[in-house]
């Protein structure tokens, strides 16, 4: 039946962290309360009905009174939130040489995918001591991807990429969940997250049918589906190239300036004509539809392949 | 029963010939057409009080299933029972809970009044509640539904298979009857006040019931067409919420929350007003700081309409959208605290006694302040990020919801049963039963903050088997939570015909409830009362009491 656990393993960055906001939360909660349940009780039983204790002189002025708990009372809440603030912002905040892998849920089940194209189901294989970021989505209704032993969790959004960073701290496996309602097997989709020595996760790595990479896969599919005809510099129609766009910011039509992230790639691949980069006409069809999660990512991971390149100035056309 | 004994006024008949139980007669027929403010709250009662035992049946079996890892239902008959609990519980009884049975009885016998000022309208508003009642039963009967009380999109617009469209619509339908119930009391409240009752003569009761009726009228609005849009995407395939249609799962969550964060004060302020009346008439003291307890239940109203988005830490919002609404939400915090100062500060220097009503009334406090400080754990940006969707979600909403809410209405069912019935219960059973529920509660949820830590997720019938040992302690605190909740039933059933004579005021409470008889005529009073004081006016019990 299990012993009574009090804690959760702590095994990411974020979880030490995590414990020690816990630690203050309790902190002032546990004063809060003592102070609340130590002055009912001691008035419950000091002021009983028939105890001969002396009661006049009774509390006047109430609103000093009420002006210097709501005061002391905010002030303390404004510590807590700040200090969860800061760690909000540094949990969704990824340091540059995190590696990217994608994740995409279903009903019941999470698929992922490695940037070197290596696939697992319901388990994630993670080295020890590096950062990773995950990129979510979902391929029908809302999931969330949950991991109490990194403290971390994020839905994955049908439609949508979030994002989400952790670095493993601990070699060991841990508990993967679903923790957004998503039908019948919820309580099923669930998996492990199996942190490794880096050596030995390069083994693995090595260890999976090679295949093609993810940025590879995306490039043959960049072709099938017919992107390169016009963003490949060769067709009539004049469409922005996309070598050394990722990352970068884009001037658009009206006036805007995005960043070309995930986000960006993925929403122009479905709604070309939300955000039309300045300067070239509207005439891209949508791929809403068309292209599955699973190929979506593989298109991003491609262009994202092509951040360092750039494209033959020659074959640019005049702007 | 020893405060009756000193009432400190000369008692009047014990059973007043003309009360609203008999005088428009006793037919089923008088009672469901009734216009009498008093009926409707009793004909609310009863169909709350069967909803209350729908609500926790599914909650009995929800335990019994989580006692194993391996759960003892199929998942589907498990996600059925979750989503019929929380549609029940929160649709069909917490949300009228208070206002519609005690607020319909009292606010008008408070503020010296013959009835609401809507009369029709208020039986109204009870058939609506009705039909939504028996459409809700209705889809659970043939088959139920699995999205959740939250019917979070896409899932209930395409991928369930329950019956959504029916649930949605009488949850849509019971709207109205809030909505209905929220506009009496408003126009009641500003027009129906007796002379010389201005607005800081009025009990916190009705201050609360006001603030709630306000939320009632503007929020709950913003649910209807919500629902309205999910069943649009459902049968007409129209891309709202779903984006493989066009639509925006995230809309979804800011439109419902937008109702369903406003629905919680709906949910807990009027047992604030409860709490506010019982507390100063145990403690024999006027209430601390009445202006700070009042005006605190109008910043909650407020303030309670700009938080909704801390459900959504984790859902893919902004990082500045998260910064402002937790900064907000721990605002709003504050002035829950200022209630819970202040009824402690009551205490101070009174002349306490510990009859059930003030039992449940320190119970309510007790557990409000831990389902109130665990608030800010969650509305805590990155502590959410581990504990939402837990089980210590869980406990802390129920904390709030059971420990709180419940705890005031069975509070307010004690304090005003003789006023209502004319009759008084056995004290010894309502303080076993006090107890039971207090320690009971605590059993079963506070094992769940440790879970939800521990990682356990919300809407799991199986579990992994390191959580099973709180599991289980947490069920067998059910078992003693029902059995507290079942013994009122008994012991209140019995005393409508076994118990002694109430007598108009057995509490030697202030308030104009206590100057007419108990059960009182069906006009309220026989001479409309003019006020010239403030409320709780106590005074310790050896003093000659001037109530």
């Keep these: 039946m299990g012993s009574l656990q009090l804690l959760p393993p702590t095994a ?53 009174v009420e002006v210097a708990w709501t005061g002391l009372t905010f002030a303390a809440f404004l510590v807590l939130y700040f200090w969860g603030a800061d760690l909000y912002v540094r949990i969704h905040s990824p340091p540059g040489e995190a590696t990217d892998i994608y994740v995409v849920g279903k009903q019941w089940m999470w ?3 490695h940037p070197g194209g290596q696939r697992e189901i319901d388990t994630l294989h993670v080295p020890v001591g590096r950062p990773v970021r995950l990129v979510l989505t979902s391929q029908d209704v809302i999931h969330d991807f949950a991991i109490p032993a990194f403290r971390i969790r994020q839905d994955a959004v049908p439609g949508r990429y979030e994002t989400l960073w952790f670095m493993p701290t601990e070699v060991g496996e841990y508990r993967l969940f679903c923790a957004e309602f998503c039908g019948t097997w919820h309580s099923r989709m669930g998996g492990t997250i199996v942190v490794m020595e880096p050596s030995d996760f390069q083994r693995w790595l090595d260890s999976q049918d090679p295949g093609p990479s993810l940025a590879q896969e995306g490039e043959a599919l960049f072709r099938s589906y017919g992107c390169s005809g016009c963003h490949g510099g060769a067709g009539t129609v004049r469409a922005p190239r996309l070598e050394g766009l990722f990352g970068r910011p884009v001037p658009l039509e009206d006036g805007r300036t995005v960043i070309a992230d995930d986000r960006y790639i993925r929403d122009s691949i479905l709604m070309p004509k939300a955000e039309i980069a300045a300067g070239y006409p509207p005439v891209m069809p949508s791929f809403a539809g068309q292209i599955g999660e699973d190929d979506l990512l593989k298109l991003v991971a491609y262009i994202k392949s092509l951040a360092d390149k750039t494209a033959d100035s020659a074959e640019r056309p005049a702007p | 029963m020893t405060t009756a004994t000193v009432t400190g006024k000369p008692e009047e008949p014990v059973v007043a010939t003309k009360n609203y139980l008999t005088e428009e007669g006793t037919t089923l027929r008088s009672w469901l ?50 989503t019929l609990h929380g549609i029940v519980m929160v649709w069909f009884f917490l949300i009228p809970s208070i206002p519609n049975t005690m607020g319909n009885f009292l606010i008008p016998l408070m503020i010296g009044a013959k009835d609401l000022a809507f009369p029709r309208l208020n039986l109204l508003s009870w058939y609506l509640y009705m039909g939504a009642g028996f459409l809700a039963l209705f ?4 088959g139920g539904v699995d999205t959740g009380w939250t019917f979070y999109t896409p899932f209930s617009s395409l991928y369930s298979n329950g019956y959504v469209v029916l649930a949605l619509a009488a949850v849509f339908a019971v709207g109205f009857s809030s909505i209905l119930t929220g506009l009496n009391f408003i126009v009641t409240t500003h027009r129906l006040r007796a002379p010389g009752m201005t607005w800081y003569r009025l009990p916190v009761f009705v201050w609360s019931n006001y603030a709630t009726s306000v939320i009632m009228v503007l929020a709950t609005p ?27 799962p995230l809309l979804f969550q800011h439109l419902f929350w937008f109702y369903s964060h406003p629905a919680v004060y709906i949910m807990i302020l009027p047992g604030f007003g409860v709490i506010s009346e019982i507390v100063p008439c145990f403690a024999r003291k006027p209430l601390f700081g009445y202006k700070f307890v009042v005006w605190s239940s109008i910043a909650i109203s407020v303030i309670g309409f700009f938080v909704w988005a801390h459900h959504m830490f984790v859902a893919g919002i902004s990082l500045y959208a998260g910064l402002v609404f937790s900064l907000l939400s721990y605002v709003i915090a504050v002035p829950s605290a200022i209630k819970v100062f202040n009824w402690t500060a009551t205490l101070h220097k009174g002349w306490i006694s510990f009859d059930a009503p003030m039992l449940y009334a320190l119970g309510f406090i007790g557990l409000f302040t831990i389902g109130g400080l665990t608030g800010l754990f969650v509305a805590n940006l990155a502590f959410d990020v581990h504990v939402t969707d837990t089980y210590f979600v869980v406990a802390h909403f129920h904390y709030i919801m059971v420990g709180g809410m419940v705890s005031a209405y069975f509070g307010g069912l004690h304090y005003w049963w003789p006023k209502v019935t004319g009759r008084l219960y056995p004290e010894w059973w309502a303080r076993i039963a006090a107890l039971l529920i207090f320690f009971g509660f605590n059993l079963t949820f506070f094992p769940q903050f440790i879970l939800g830590y521990l990682g356990m997720e919300r809407r799991y019938y199986a579990y992994p088997p390191e959580f099973q040992a709180w599991n289980i302690f947490s069920s067998a605190g059910a078992s003693v939570l029902a059995v507290g909740y079942v013994l009122p039933f008994f012991y209140l059933g019995w005393s409508l015909f076994r118990g002694k004579r109430a007598g108009s005021n057995p509490w030697a409470a202030t308030g104009l409830e206590w100057k007419t008889p108990s059960p009182p005529p069906t006009h309220n009073f026989d001479r409309t009362p003019t006020v010239t004081r403030p409320p709780y006016q106590y005074r310790p019990e050896p003093e000659p009491q001037d109530v």
Excluded: Q
Aim: charged letters at 20%; a positive charge; proline letters at 2%.
């Design chain 2, 33 to 82: 057409l009734t216009r009498d403010h008093k009926r409707i709250a009793i004909l609310y009662t009863l169909s709350l009080t069967v909803f209350f035992f729908v609500g926790g049946a599914a909650a009995t079996l929800i335990r019994l299933n989580l006692v194993t890892p391996a759960g003892i239902f199929t998942p589907d008959i498990y996600n059925r029972l979750f």
């Design chain 1, 111 to 113: 698929k992922i995918e």
């Design chain 2, 222 to 248: 913003v649910l209807a067409i919500t629902l309205l849009l999910v069943a649009v995407e459902r049968l007409l395939r129209v891309g709202i919420f779903d984006p493989a249609l066009g639509g925006d």
């Design chain 1, 12 to 64: 990411s960055s974020h979880a030490a962290d995590m414990d020690w906001l816990f630690a203050a939360l309790l902190g002032v909660s546990a004063f809060i309360l003592l102070l609340v349940f130590g002055l009912m009780i001691l008035f419950c039983v000091r002021y009983r009905k028939g105890s001969k204790v002396e009661r006049g002189n009774r509390l006047g002025r109430t609103w000093r």
């Design chain 2, 139 to 142: 889809a659970i009967l043939i």
